[in-house]
């Protein structure tokens, strides 16, 4: 399995720009779909930014388009989330996650990351990010 952890989070003033950091442990990152993901109390998770360790287009919520940019390190096992242009909106808890290899399973997450939780398997512990 894959374990992950985030860092980065913080708090910045609406406009501000912060870089989240995902480092995976355990199996390698590689053929697998990761992403960012947040929320907010009282709602459901929801999916910011993904991508596949093996390369293609990202894929981004509308909410962040032109503000996010999602990346990875595969010889250091670690994604990136890179923030731009913060606003209070984009208060909440932020999440990295990785789906089990799509190697036998969910191949077309190569082709279209995926926003959707349930397309995941492994989770950090989140990090905080307030914008004010």
């Known amino acids: 399995h894959v374990q992950l952890v985030e860092s980065g989070g913080g708090s910045v003033q609406a406009g501000g720009s912060l870089r989240l950091s995902c480092a995976a442990s355990?199996?390698?990152?590689?053929?697998?779909?990761m992403g960012w993901f947040r929320q907010t109390p009282g709602k459901e998770r929801e999916g910011v930014a993904s991508?596949?360790?093996?390369?293609?287009?990202?894929t981004y919520a509308d909410s962040v388009k032109g503000r996010f940019t999602i990346s990875q390190v595969n010889t250091k096992n670690t994604l990136y989330l890179q923030m731009n242009s913060l606003k209070p909106e984009d208060t909440a808890m932020y999440y990295c996650?990785?789906?089990?290899?799509?190697?036998?399973?969910?191949?077309?997450?190569?082709?279209?990351?995926?926003?959707?939780?349930?397309?995941?398997?492994?989770w950090g512990q989140g990090t905080q990010v307030t914008v004010s």
């Open positions: 991508m596949h360790t093996s390369g293609g287009s990202a």
């Open positions: 996650a990785a789906s089990r290899s799509t190697t036998g399973g969910k191949w077309w997450l190569l082709l279209r990351p995926s926003l959707s939780a349930y397309d995941y398997n492994y």
């Open positions: 355990g199996n390698t990152v590689s053929g697998r779909c």
